[in-house]
Each structure stands twice: as structure tokens, then as C-alpha cells.
């Protein structure tokens, strides 16, 4: 074959099917040096086995060239200066000389250039192969097989740290790493986080890429651990006060001539550039740092580094490495933040490890050493739990607190207060199960050394604040945990006097009560105010802690617990140990703890009530020490009644061995009052089930006595009031607080007769209840009452049942004008009801009893005022000319008319004129002049109707009549129901005959019309 056919095979050659024999029959039959050389530089492959064979081939093919040259332009005596890389101050040749010589001779400069190209690709292959396999022989000694089982890169059995494991491909492949910078590769390594190569890298390159270790170093993901490529990271020569260098392992330690300085320079000068002949790919320029950094400059750089971790990724712990690798290797200024990085990876890793929730921003080195110093305690034990609160405290807070007693001590302003402040701080904002645990560990009886709060005064003023400032009402074993650890002084306060301590209680009540300046005392405050306490006050205040947590737990035991500051606010308020009281006593939490269903619990709380209210042997009241027994066993009663347990107060109260021994009178009053709420608070008026019934039952519990009796009357009236369904409004009955709540009491009885069609035909039902409420023994509602009786049974045309009220109420108000007893404005008004009501049915035409209704006109003419005498005399008179006229009427016709009365004989019988003359009748000339008054009879029509109205508008004032019914009831024709009533028709009435009208007539005339008929009789 000829020259071209070889070349043209050699270029159709793929690279799978390069093998040692394959090289060397086609480049070893092509007799051009640089044509082999060219293309062994231009063929990259993957498989380092060929590789080396061409490389081989290729370098040998260039020896020759080479050696020539070298002979050519060196001198023995400057062999080693040139080899060595350095320049000869005086130089045997000129670069220009060999410059010129490569123009000249351009296939020796090209084969020289290649050559040196070839060089480096073998020591990178080399890299290569130490890098990630060493199955490969330095030599380009194949194996035989090229089956896949015999690759050396499945096998890293024996490959450095972080190697990628048997079966992983490397992270670059063998062409790229030839093909680009060192650099670049380098970074991809850090990247990959392939640190067993990179430190290779660093070994057999490191002239090429240390002065890129910084951007090396920062391709490092944030998240690995330093450890992973501590021997890569920069370090400080101690001696030298500078970065260190390590000694570089170069695969050749001396250069071919090729690629001596002179020579590649002068191959640059010529035209020939290195990185053009290479093919290496084309990168963006990278920062160097080709000196070593001072030691501030290596402790910026690891700052920086830390810094970036956090802020990148929020690993302390990575982090912390960083730092303490920084420190061993005595990079200086890093041991403060080594410190806080320390406590923060405590913070972190330990202290909150188990956090549920993960924060909605992670911490960060900034917000760690923006925290004050409680913050940090405090957050520190945010979830330690009782359990582990103390074992937490002592791993992570006194830690932290003896580096910040360091730190003070070397910024030269020492403070020993300092932990015992910051725990003291978090006692007195932690909650009581927390305190009571640390309390526990700080028992007197416990070495010094293992106490966390070692002072006993510190200790008490501690637990007094944290006690009286916390808001607690259902930790009282917890408090009482508390107080059981705290120290005792014998005989501490034995001489204060009663004087201070009530100053002591006074000053303690007034500081924790909360002002505009202070809306809530909170502990740190109080912990102010016992801080200058001396011992004796202390121990004092002890003893009052110990009276207030016995009182708190009574209270809490009966539903009625307080904040112990309630206790030092209460000292000097009567009211307020009134209102606790009255609420143990009722019950108003009842079900919270247990309920009192027996007697035995009714007197174990009195007998708690009674303990609060007594003084203990040290002279320190309890919690109701301002209320007298008295006063407690009436508070007691009346929670006992507002339960409705009225079995158990009657008990108790005649029991000669229980402690509730009660006056009588208070005993009423007590019982009257929770009878009112009963019936206050009553749905429904009805006195046989529900509140009322307890309103009811309740009067029965104290001696019979008027005011009860009143009581129990009105709650009957009350339960008669609502079987009669009256209504407040449409659809809604009449409750019984408004019963109770309404001023006039009569206009009940109205609103019962309006609303009830039949009502007023039970006279005597009507009566018992005016009398019920609140009314026996009064005239004048009785009165009033019938008068509305009457209006209700006329308006309905019941005129029986109207005649039968109206003549109950003359009798009344007869009885009442004979009592000496009455007033003279109860008489009057009395009076004015009456002969409204009378004249008001008497001038009814419907009525056709005439004889009844001229009875009526003469009681009206009895009673009523001067004033209105002619507008009832004008009605009488034409009642008495119809009769009349009836009368002649009925005898042209043969028949008598007669009414009904005792006599059985007519209004005008024969005897009339000789009745008229007898003793009791009208005198002679009185009843000529009675006879003789003229009234036109047209005007006292529109006078009387006037006069009606006039006076009905005054008397509607003070009684409430039913002006209208409805349309439906004056289509009724209700007949009376004589079974009810004491009086009615089939009583038998006197007959209205002119005597008796006469001395009706005669008793008005004398009160008041005497000047119409002359003042001589």
C-alpha cells in the first residue's frame, strides 16, 4: 500500500477497533514523522490502553527530532538551568535563535510543539488512570481481554477517598479531561464532590491549578462536610505566618526540551500557540490567587466560607466543622465564633431536635447573635418538658451561661451574677411545672453543687413571685410542690409584731392590684418587690403563702377558685370576700368537681366556709377573715335554697348538731329573698312544678309570720293570674316577673277581665285574688275591682251579674263610710267609684228592671258629688216618668204594674202617699221642693251624656275599667249565676218606693244641693 492509502486507512480507522497490533501495522508502515505525530495529537480517545500505545508511537516517532534540536541549540553547561525551567543569566543561545530557526523549519517547530502536547497528555493520562483506576500499567501495558468484566474502571477496590463505587462511571470521562483546562476539571471534581481525585489533581498538576485553589474550593457544595476535603483546604505555615504550600509530586521531574520555557516561548514567537495546537476547549477566565494569603487573609476566607454554608444552606453543624478545622490548623480569630457556632449547633441539633414543626425560618449566625441572652436561655428550653427540663439545663443553658461568664472575664468586666441573673430570669417566666421541677433540684437539703439555685433567700423570693403573679387557678398540688421546697427559718419572724404584718399584707395587696400604670403585676415585678426584703419578712411572707395556698385550695375544691393574688387583693375588702363567698355557697361552677347531692357534703362545706373565715394560731386571717360567722352561715343558706335542696335546709336548721344556727328574722329574710329569685326567675306562674314551686316551698322553711303569708299569697295570685292564659303580648303569656314588676297590681284583675269572657261571673275567685295581691284587709280595691266586675258584665249585657257586683260594692263602700278607720281620701275615693258604677248601670235602657236601676240612681245620688247632682237627678226623674206613664198605661188597661220587692206592690200603690208620711220618709215640704225642681229635659240629655263622660274621664284614672267589649259578647245574653254570688235576683229585693228613694234623695240633698230647694229644713 502505498503512503496515501496507509494515511487514508489510518484516518478511516474508528477508535473502538484501535489495538496495539492495528497501530503499529498502519502508523509503523508510514514512514512520515510528522504526519504520525499529527495524528496520534489529533485522535482522543476514551480507552486509555490504546491511548498510551499511540502516545507510544507518537513520541518516539518525535524523539529524534527533538534530540537533534537539543543538541543543536544547548550546551552541557546550561543543560540543567534550561531543564530545570529557569533562564540562564547569561545564556549559551537567544530564543530569537531558535525562534528563527522555527520559521525556517516548520515541520521541526510543529513536531516540537506536538511533541510537548503529547507530553502533557501522557501525564494527564496518568492522572487519569491514578485518579479513578489502577488496573491500567503506567506503561500502556493492555491487558489481553477487552471484555467489559476486565475494564479497570469497574474496579476501585483500591481507589482513593469518595471514589465513585465499583460500577459507577467517573464524573468526567478521559477525553474531556484531556481535552479542557486542568481548571476546569478541577472545579467539576469539587462539584461532583469527587475529593479523592481532586487531591490527586492538586499532587501531580499543582503548578497549573493551585493559583486557582480559591474557585476551586468554592465549587464545593455548602452542604458537605469539611472533613470530606480537609486536605485540600487552605492551611497555615505557622513558621512562615503564611498559607502553606504542598509538595508537588510531578510525574516527570524533568522537563523534555520541548517543553522547556525558552523553547515554548520561542514556539510562540514563531507563530505556534500551545492552546490552539491542543484543541483545548475555550473557558471563561478564572480568578487566581497565585501567592500564598497572609494568616488574616486566611481567617477572612474561612469567615467567608462559614458565612456562606449558613446563608446558603443553614447547616450549624457544617458550619461548626468548618470552624473547628479553621482552629486546628491555627488560623487565628476564629475561636469566638467557633464558640457561638457551638451553642447555636446545640440550639439547634439538640435542643431542638424535636421539634414538630419546622420553623418558618431557619436560624441563622445574625439572628443568634442578635438574641439577648434570655432569648437564648429561653430558647434553648422551649421543648424540654418536666421531665427533661433539668437534664436540659444542664447540658445545654449552663454551658451557654460559662461562656458567658468567659466572655466577660476576658472583655475585662467580669460578672459571677451572671448565670444565677438569666436562670432566675427564666424561673420567674416558666410555667409552674417547670418551676416546681427546678425547685426540686434546688432543695436546701441537697450538696451545694448539685443545687441550680444555691441561695435559700433567692429561692423564696423566687417561689413568692412566681407564686402570687401566676394566673393559675387549677395548680394547687403544683404550688404546694413548690412551697414544700423552699427552706425554713426557725424563729425568723417570731418578733415581728401584728403591726408589721399587716403592713406586710397591706404593702403585698396594694402592689399586686392592677393600675393604669401596670394593668398586670406579672413575677419579675413582684420579684422587685421582695427582692429588699429582709430575712424575717421573707419568712413571714412564707407563713402568709402557706394560709393563702390552704384557703385557695378550699376555694378550688368548691368551684369557686381564685389566682392566690386575689388572696393579698381580698385582705381589706370586705365586698370582695362576700362575693367569693356568696359564689362557693352557690354553686356557680357546680360540676366542675363534684356536685353535693347529701347532707353530709352540705355540711362539709359549711364547715370549709367557716375554716375561711377564722384566724389561724399566727394570727393571719384566712380568706374570708372580714366576715363574721354570721354573715358566713347566712351566705351559706342562702346557696343552700338557690340549689333547691329545701329538704337539707330544713335539716340543718333544726338539727341541734349542726353548725347552722340562724336567728329566725334572718332566717326569714334569707329565705324570702331566694324565694324571689325562685320566682324571678321563673318560665311559668304556676306554683305546682318548676322554679315556682321552689319559690313557693321555700316559705314554708321559716315561722309563719304576716310577710311570709303576703308572699305566699301573692305567688298564688300569681299561679291564679296564669291559669286565666293572660297575655304580655299576641301569642305570649304574661311572665311572672312582669306580675311582680307591674306598680298597679288591679290592672292585672283588669287585664283578666278583658281578656277572659266568663271571668267576671266569679266574683268570689276575682276578690280572693285582689286580696292575694297584696289588697286583704283594703276596701277601696275591693271597690275598684267590682266597679270593673260591673263595666265587664254590662259591657257583655249581663245585667244580673252587673246589678249583683254593683250592689256588693254599696255595700262596701257603706261599711267603709261607717268606719272610723278609713282616711278621708280612700272614703272619697271610694265614693267616686261607686257612684260612677251605679249611675253608669242605672241610666242603662237596656236594663228593664226599673225598680234595680231607680236603686242605682238613688245610690249615685248618694255618693257622688254636689257638682254632678242635677245630671243624676235628671235621669232618676225620667226613669221615674216612664214608671209613671207605664204605670197610667197599665191601669186604663185594667192591670197593675208592681216590682219586685218586698211588699209586692206597685211603685205608686195606695199607700204611698201614707209611706211617704211616715217616720223615715221624705219630709213634707223637702219632697214638695225635690218635686217641684224643673230641668228642661233637652238640655240635661246633652248635660247628662256630658257629665258621663266628664266623670268617667276623671275615675278612669284611678281604677282601670274595661271601656269596650267585643262585638261578639253584646250579642250574649249572659244570665247571672245566682250559685255564686251571696246576692241575685232570686234574693229578693226591697221594692223601690218613693220613701226609700225620698231618704236617698234627702241624705245627697243635705250634702250639697240644699241651696236649690232652700236652707230652712
Same mark, same amino acid.
Given at each position: 500500500?502505498?503512503?496515501?492509502?496507509?494515511?487514508?486507512?489510518?484516518?478511516?480507522?474508528?477508535?473502538?477497533?484501535?489495538?496495539?497490533?492495528? *497501530?503499529?501495522?498502519?502508523?509503523?508502515?508510514?514512514?512520515? %514523522?510528522?504526519?504520525?505525530?499529527?495524528?496520534?495529537?489529533?485522535?482522543?480517545?476514551?480507552?486509555?490502553?490504546?491511548?498510551?500505545?499511540?502516545?507510544?508511537?507518537?513520541?518516539?516517532?518525535?524523539?529524534?527530532? @527533538?534530540?537533534?534540536?537539543?543538541?543543536?541549540?544547548?550546551?552541557?553547561?546550561?543543560?540543567?538551568?534550561?531543564?530545570?525551567?529557569?533562564?540562564?543569566?547569561?545564556?549559551?543561545?537567544?530564543?530569537?535563535?531558535?525562534?528563527?530557526?522555527?520559521?525556517?523549519?516548520?515541520?521541526?517547530?510543529?513536531?516540537?510543539?506536538?511533541?510537548?502536547?503529547?507530553?502533557?497528555?501522557?501525564?494527564? @493520562?496518568?492522572?487519569?488512570?491514578? +485518579?479513578?483506576?489502577?488496573?491500567?500499567?503506567?506503561?500502556?501495558?493492555?491487558?489481553?481481554?477487552?471484555?467489559?468484566?476486565?475494564?479497570?474502571?469497574?474496579?476501585?477496590?483500591?481507589?482513593?477517598?469518595?471514589?465513585?463505587?465499583?460500577?459507577?462511571?467517573?464524573?468526567?470521562?478521559?477525553?474531556?479531561?484531556?481535552?479542557?483546562?486542568?481548571?476546569?476539571?478541577?472545579?467539576?471534581?469539587?462539584?461532583?464532590?469527587?475529593?479523592?481525585?481532586?487531591?490527586?489533581?492538586?499532587?501531580?498538576?499543582?503548578?497549573?491549578?493551585?493559583?486557582?485553589?480559591?474557585?476551586?474550593?468554592?465549587?464545593?457544595?455548602?452542604?458537605?462536610?469539611?472533613?470530606?476535603?480537609?486536605?485540600?483546604?487552605?492551611?497555615?505555615?505557622?513558621?512562615?505566618?503564611?498559607?502553606?504550600?504542598?509538595?508537588?509530586?510531578?510525574?516527570?521531574?524533568?522537563?523534555?526540551?520541548?517543553?522547556?520555557?525558552?523553547?515554548?516561548?520561542?514556539?510562540?514567537?514563531?507563530?505556534?500557540?500551545?492552546?490552539?495546537?491542543?484543541?483545548?476547549?475555550?473557558?471563561?477566565?478564572?480568578?487566581?490567587?497565585?501567592?500564598?494569603?497572609?494568616?488574616?487573609?486566611?481567617?477572612?476566607?474561612?469567615?467567608?466560607?462559614?458565612?456562606?454554608?449558613?446563608?446558603?444552606?443553614? +447547616?450549624?453543624?457544617?458550619?461548626?466543622?468548618?470552624?473547628?478545622?479553621?482552629?486546628?490548623?491555627?488560623?487565628?480569630?476564629?475561636?469566638?465564633?467557633?464558640?457561638?457556632?457551638?451553642?447555636?449547633?446545640?440550639?439547634?441539633?439538640?435542643?431542638?431536635?424535636?421539634?414538630?414543626?419546622?420553623?418558618?425560618?431557619?436560624?441563622?449566625?445574625?439572628?443568634?447573635?442578635?438574641?439577648?441572652?434570655?432569648?437564648?436561655?429561653?430558647?434553648?428550653?422551649?421543648?424540654?418538658?418536666?421531665?427533661?427540663?433539668?437534664?436540659?439545663?444542664?447540658?445545654?443553658?449552663?454551658?451557654?451561661?460559662?461562656?458567658?461568664?468567659?466572655?466577660?472575664?476576658?472583655?475585662?468586666?467580669?460578672?459571677?451574677?451572671?448565670?444565677?441573673?438569666?436562670?432566675?430570669?427564666?424561673?420567674?417566666?416558666?410555667?409552674?411545672?417547670?418551676?416546681?421541677?427546678?425547685?426540686?433540684?434546688?432543695?436546701?437539703?441537697?450538696?451545694?453543687?448539685?443545687?441550680?439555685?444555691?441561695?435559700?433567700?433567692?429561692?423564696?423570693?423566687?417561689?413568692?413571685?412566681?407564686?402570687?403573679?401566676? %394566673?393559675?387557678?387549677?395548680?394547687?398540688?403544683?404550688?404546694?410542690?413548690?412551697?414544700?421546697?423552699?427552706?425554713?427559718?426557725?424563729?425568723?419572724?417570731?418578733?415581728? %409584731?401584728? %403591726?408589721?404584718?399587716?403592713?406586710?399584707?397591706?404593702?403585698?395587696?396594694?402592689?399586686?392590684?392592677?393600675?393604669?400604670?401596670?394593668?398586670?403585676?406579672?413575677?419579675?415585678?413582684?420579684?422587685?418587690?421582695?427582692?429588699?426584703?429582709?430575712?424575717?419578712?421573707?419568712?413571714?411572707?412564707?407563713?402568709?403563702?402557706?394560709?393563702?395556698?390552704?384557703?385557695?385550695?378550699?376555694?378550688?375544691?368548691?368551684?369557686?377558685?381564685?389566682?392566690?393574688?386575689?388572696?393579698?387583693?381580698?385582705?381589706?375588702?370586705?365586698?370582695?370576700?362576700?362575693?367569693?363567698?356568696?359564689?362557693?355557697?352557690?354553686?356557680?361552677?357546680?360540676?366542675?368537681?363534684?356536685?353535693?347531692?347529701?347532707?353530709?357534703?352540705?355540711?362539709?362545706?359549711?364547715?370549709?366556709? #367557716?375554716?375561711?373565715?377564722?384566724?389561724?394560731?399566727?394570727?393571719?386571717?384566712?380568706?374570708?377573715?372580714?366576715?363574721?360567722?354570721?354573715?358566713?352561715?347566712?351566705?351559706?343558706?342562702?346557696?343552700?335554697?338557690?340549689?333547691?335542696?329545701?329538704?337539707?335546709?330544713?335539716?340543718?336548721?333544726?338539727?341541734?348538731?349542726?353548725?347552722?344556727?340562724?336567728?329566725?328574722?334572718?332566717?326569714?329574710?334569707?329565705?324570702?329573698?331566694?324565694?324571689?329569685?325562685?320566682?324571678?326567675?321563673?318560665?311559668?306562674?304556676?306554683?305546682?312544678?318548676?322554679?315556682?314551686?321552689?319559690?313557693?316551698?321555700?316559705?314554708?322553711?321559716?315561722?309563719?309570720?304576716?310577710?311570709?303569708?303576703?308572699?305566699?299569697?301573692?305567688?298564688?295570685?300569681?299561679?291564679?293570674?296564669?291559669?286565666?292564659?293572660?297575655?304580655?303580648?299576641?301569642?305570649?303569656?304574661?311572665?311572672?316577673?312582669?306580675?311582680?314588676?307591674?306598680?298597679?297590681?288591679?290592672?292585672?284583675?283588669?287585664?283578666?277581665?278583658?281578656?277572659?269572657?266568663?271571668?267576671?261571673?266569679?266574683?268570689?275567685?276575682?276578690?280572693?285574688?285582689?286580696?292575694?295581691?297584696?289588697?286583704?284587709?283594703?276596701?277601696?280595691?275591693?271597690?275598684?275591682?267590682?266597679?270593673?266586675?260591673?263595666?265587664?258584665?254590662?259591657?257583655?249585657?249581663?245585667?244580673?251579674?252587673?246589678?249583683?257586683?254593683?250592689?256588693?260594692?254599696?255595700?262596701?263602700?257603706?261599711?267603709?263610710?261607717?268606719?272610723?278607720?278609713?282616711?278621708?281620701?280612700?272614703?272619697?275615693?271610694?265614693?267616686?267609684?261607686?257612684?260612677?258604677?251605679?249611675?253608669?248601670?242605672?241610666?242603662?235602657?237596656?236594663?228593664?228592671?226599673?225598680?234595680?236601676?231607680?236603686?242605682?240612681?238613688?245610690?249615685?245620688?248618694?255618693?257622688?258629688?254636689?257638682?254632678?247632682?242635677?245630671?243624676?237627678?235628671?235621669?232618676?226623674?225620667?226613669?221615674?216618668?216612664?214608671?209613671?206613664?207605664?204605670?197610667?198605661?197599665?191601669?186604663?188597661?185594667?192591670?197593675? @204594674?208592681? #216590682?219586685?220587692?218586698?211588699?209586692?206592690?206597685?211603685?205608686?200603690?195606695?199607700?204611698?202617699?201614707?209611706?211617704?208620711?211616715?217616720?223615715?220618709?221624705?219630709?213634707?215640704?223637702?219632697?214638695?221642693?225635690?218635686?217641684?225642681?224643673?230641668?228642661?229635659?233637652?238640655?240635661?240629655?246633652?248635660?247628662?251624656?256630658?257629665?258621663?263622660?266628664?266623670?268617667?274621664?276623671?275615675?278612669?284614672?284611678?281604677?282601670?275599667?274595661?271601656?269596650?267589649?267585643?262585638?261578639?259578647?253584646?250579642?250574649?245574653?249572659?244570665?247571672?249565676?245566682?250559685?255564686?254570688?251571696?246576692?241575685?235576683?232570686?234574693?229578693?229585693?226591697?221594692?223601690?218606693?218613693?220613701?226609700?228613694?225620698?231618704?236617698?234623695?234627702?241624705?245627697?240633698?243635705?250634702?250639697? *244641693?240644699?241651696?236649690?230647694?232652700?236652707?230652712?229644713?
Amino acid at each position: 500500500m502505498t503512503s496515501n492509502d496507509l494515511c487514508q486507512k489510518w484516518l478511516d480507522l474508528p477508535n473502538d477497533e484501535l489495538d496495539t497490533s492495528t *497501530i503499529n501495522d498502519v502508523l509503523g508502515a508510514i514512514t512520515d %514523522d510528522l504526519w504520525v505525530v499529527a495524528a496520534v495529537a489529533d485522535r482522543i480517545i476514551n480507552n486509555p490502553r490504546p491511548l498510551y500505545d499511540l502516545l507510544a508511537v507518537a513520541l518516539e516517532r518525535s524523539e529524534n527530532t @527533538v534530540e537533534r534540536l537539543r543538541n543543536s541549540f544547548a550546551s552541557q553547561d546550561s543543560e540543567e538551568i534550561i531543564a530545570s525551567g529557569g533562564h540562564d543569566p547569561s545564556p549559551v543561545y537567544a530564543d530569537d535563535d531558535i525562534a528563527s530557526y522555527f520559521r525556517e523549519n516548520p515541520s521541526h517547530a510543529r513536531i516540537c510543539l506536538l511533541r510537548s502536547v503529547l507530553l502533557d497528555r501522557k501525564d494527564r @493520562v496518568d492522572t487519569f488512570v491514578e +485518579m479513578f483506576g489502577k488496573n491500567v500499567a503506567a506503561h500502556g501495558e493492555s491487558e489481553t481481554s477487552a471484555d467489559s468484566d476486565d475494564d479497570p474502571w469497574l474496579d476501585t477496590e483500591d481507589a482513593a477517598i469518595n471514589q465513585p463505587s465499583s460500577g459507577t462511571a467517573p464524573p468526567l470521562s478521559l477525553s474531556t479531561f484531556l481535552s479542557q483546562r486542568l481548571v476546569d476539571s478541577a472545579c467539576l471534581l469539587a462539584a461532583k464532590e469527587s475529593f479523592g481525585p481532586l487531591q490527586v489533581l492538586f499532587k501531580r498538576h499543582g503548578p497549573s491549578i493551585w493559583p486557582c485553589r480559591l474557585t476551586i474550593l468554592a465549587c464545593v457544595p455548602a452542604h458537605v462536610s469539611p472533613s470530606y476535603y480537609q486536605e485540600i483546604l487552605p492551611k497555615l505555615a505557622l513558621s512562615q505566618d503564611e498559607e502553606h504550600q504542598s509538595p508537588i509530586e510531578a510525574w516527570r521531574p524533568v522537563l523534555d526540551w520541548s517543553e522547556f520555557p525558552i523553547v515554548q516561548a520561542a514556539l510562540g514567537t514563531s507563530g505556534y500557540h500551545v492552546t490552539v495546537s491542543q484543541g483545548q476547549l475555550s473557558t471563561p477566565s478564572i480568578d487566581e490567587t497565585p501567592l500564598p494569603m497572609s494568616s488574616q487573609e486566611l481567617a477572612s476566607w474561612y469567615r467567608q466560607r462559614i458565612q456562606n454554608i449558613l446563608d446558603s444552606t443553614g +447547616m450549624v453543624d457544617v458550619a461548626l466543622s468548618m470552624s473547628q478545622h479553621a482552629t486546628s490548623q491555627g488560623i487565628p480569630g476564629l475561636d469566638e465564633l467557633g464558640e457561638e457556632l457551638s451553642l447555636l449547633s446545640r440550639l439547634v441539633y439538640d435542643a431542638q431536635a424535636a421539634a414538630e414543626d419546622v420553623p418558618e425560618e431557619d436560624w441563622t449566625l445574625e439572628q443568634w447573635k442578635n438574641m439577648d441572652s434570655l432569648a437564648v436561655v429561653r430558647a434553648m428550653l422551649a421543648l424540654s418538658t418536666p421531665e427533661t427540663l433539668v437534664a436540659d439545663i444542664r447540658k445545654f443553658v449552663l454551658p451557654y451561661l460559662f461562656v458567658l461568664e468567659s466572655r466577660a472575664e476576658r472583655a475585662g468586666a467580669p460578672n459571677p451574677n451572671i448565670s444565677s441573673q438569666l436562670l432566675h430570669d427564666f424561673v420567674l417566666g416558666a410555667p409552674l411545672e417547670m418551676v416546681a421541677r427546678i425547685f426540686e433540684e434546688s432543695k436546701p437539703t441537697l450538696p451545694p453543687g448539685q443545687r441550680l439555685i444555691a441561695d435559700n433567700e433567692d429561692m423564696a423570693r423566687l417561689a413568692l413571685a412566681c407564686l402570687y403573679g401566676s %394566673d393559675s387557678i387549677d395548680e394547687w398540688h403544683i404550688m404546694s410542690q413548690i412551697f414544700e421546697c423552699l427552706p425554713a427559718w426557725d424563729g425568723a419572724s417570731g418578733n415581728e %409584731d401584728s %403591726d408589721a404584718v399587716e403592713m406586710t399584707l397591706t404593702s403585698l395587696g396594694m402592689y399586686v392590684t392592677p393600675t393604669t400604670a401596670r394593668p398586670k403585676c406579672t413575677p419579675s415585678d413582684l420579684f422587685l418587690f421582695f427582692r429588699p426584703l429582709p430575712l424575717s419578712s421573707l419568712s413571714r411572707a412564707l407563713d402568709i403563702l402557706d394560709t393563702h395556698l390552704e384557703s385557695a385550695e378550699i376555694l378550688s375544691r368548691w368551684d369557686a377558685p381564685a389566682p392566690l393574688r386575689w388572696l393579698l387583693q381580698s385582705g381589706n375588702d370586705n365586698s370582695s370576700q362576700r362575693a367569693r363567698a356568696v359564689r362557693m355557697a352557690r354553686r356557680i361552677g357546680i360540676g366542675t368537681n363534684r356536685a353535693l347531692h347529701s347532707q353530709d357534703d352540705w355540711e362539709w362545706l359549711l364547715e370549709d366556709m #367557716l375554716r375561711l373565715c377564722r384566724t389561724n394560731d399566727n394570727g393571719l386571717r384566712s380568706a374570708f377573715g372580714l366576715l363574721s360567722r354570721t354573715e358566713i352561715l347566712s351566705i351559706f343558706l342562702s346557696g343552700l335554697l338557690s340549689t333547691g335542696q329545701l329538704n337539707v335546709a330544713k335539716s340543718l336548721l333544726r338539727s341541734k348538731k349542726s353548725a347552722l344556727s340562724i336567728d329566725d328574722q334572718v332566717v326569714e329574710e334569707i329565705c324570702l329573698i331566694s324565694s324571689r329569685e325562685f320566682y324571678d326567675n321563673a318560665s311559668s306562674g304556676n306554683y305546682k312544678f318548676g322554679d315556682m314551686k321552689l319559690a313557693y316551698d321555700c316559705l314554708s322553711i321559716p315561722s309563719r309570720s304576716e310577710t311570709v303569708i303576703r308572699e305566699q299569697e301573692f305567688i298564688e295570685a300569681t299561679s291564679r293570674i296564669t291559669s286565666f292564659n293572660v297575655e304580655s303580648r299576641p301569642g305570649v303569656p304574661l311572665s311572672p316577673i312582669e306580675i311582680r314588676l307591674t306598680k298597679d297590681r288591679l290592672s292585672l284583675v283588669s287585664r283578666i277581665l278583658s281578656s277572659n269572657s266568663d271571668a267576671y261571673k266569679f266574683q268570689e275567685v276575682i276578690l280572693e285574688l285582689v286580696d292575694k295581691l297584696g289588697f286583704r284587709g283594703h276596701a277601696v280595691p275591693r271597690v275598684k275591682t267590682l266597679a270593673m266586675m260591673a263595666d265587664t258584665a254590662l259591657q257583655a249585657e249581663d245585667f244580673a251579674q252587673a246589678f249583683a257586683a254593683a250592689n256588693t260594692m254599696i255595700d262596701t263602700v257603706s261599711q267603709l263610710c261607717s268606719s272610723p278607720d278609713i282616711s278621708q281620701e280612700e272614703s272619697n275615693d271610694a265614693k267616686e267609684v261607686c257612684w260612677v258604677s251605679c249611675f253608669q248601670l242605672g241610666r242603662q235602657t237596656e236594663f228593664p228592671d226599673a225598680p234595680k236601676r231607680l236603686r242605682l240612681l238613688g245610690h249615685a245620688l248618694e255618693f257622688c258629688p254636689a257638682d254632678r247632682l242635677p245630671e243624676i237627678l235628671a235621669a232618676w226623674r225620667r226613669l221615674e216618668k216612664e214608671e209613671i206613664t207605664r204605670y197610667l198605661e197599665g191601669k186604663g188597661k185594667g192591670k197593675g @204594674v208592681t #216590682l219586685p220587692g218586698r211588699s209586692g206592690q206597685g211603685l205608686f200603690s195606695s199607700t204611698t202617699a201614707t209611706r211617704m208620711r211616715q217616720p223615715g220618709a221624705l219630709a213634707p215640704s223637702l219632697a214638695s221642693r225635690l218635686q217641684n225642681i224643673h230641668l228642661p229635659t233637652s238640655p240635661l240629655v246633652m248635660a247628662d251624656s256630658a257629665a258621663i263622660a266628664d266623670t268617667f274621664s276623671r275615675v278612669a284614672s284611678k281604677f282601670p275599667f274595661s271601656k269596650t267589649r267585643p262585638q261578639a259578647n253584646r250579642a250574649q245574653s249572659p244570665q247571672g249565676d245566682g250559685q255564686r254570688h251571696a246576692r241575685g235576683e232570686d234574693a229578693g229585693w226591697p221594692s223601690l218606693d218613693r220613701e226609700e228613694v225620698s231618704a236617698q234623695a234627702s241624705r245627697a240633698l243635705q250634702r250639697g *244641693i240644699g241651696w236649690l230647694i232652700g236652707a230652712d229644713e
